[in-house]
C-alpha cells in the first residue's frame, strides 16, 4: 500500500477569520498588491496568526487564501448571471470586503471629456 501525503489539519472557522482578517488589513492588503512574490508578506501573516494563537507557515496561510479567494470568485461569478439562484460560499460576506465591494453593484467606469 503506497504512504499516504501527510495532510494539513482541518482550518476551523476560528482560524480562518484570524486569516481573513490579516488578510484584509489595508497595510497587508497594500504588500501583496506591491509585489508578485510575496512569500515574505504570507509569512508576516502567518506570525500573526501564531500570535493569535493558531499554528499555521506561510505556505498553509498562502494555499488557504489562495482557496478562499476561488470560492469567493466562484460564487461571484455564478451571481452574475441572471436567472441564476443566489450563490454564496463560506465567510462570502467578510471576503468581499476584501476582494470586491457589493457584488450586486456595476462598477462606474469614469471618461475624460
Not at 494539513?8 to 509585489?35: C, F, H, K, M, Y
Amino acid at each position: 500500500m503506497p504512504p499516504h501525503a501527510r495532510r494539513a489539519p482541518i482550518w476551523s472557522n476560528t482560524e480562518l477569520l484570524d486569516l481573513i482578517a490579516v488578510w484584509g488589513e489595508e497595510a497587508v492588503q497594500s504588500q501583496l498588491r506591491s509585489s508578485r512574490r510575496n512569500f515574505d508578506t504570507f509569512g508576516q501573516i502567518s506570525r500573526a496568526t501564531i500570535e493569535r494563537g493558531h499554528d499555521r507557515d506561510a505556505m498553509q496561510c498562502r494555499i488557504k487564501v489562495k482557496e478562499l479567494r476561488s470560492e469567493y470568485r466562484k460564487a461571484r461569478e455564478a451571481n452574475s448571471h441572471s436567472g441564476a439562484p443566489p450563490t454564496t460560499c463560506r465567510f462570502y460576506k467578510e471576503l468581499d470586503a476584501i476582494l470586491g465591494g457589493d457584488p450586486t453593484s456595476i462598477p462606474s467606469t469614469t471618461v475624460d471629456t
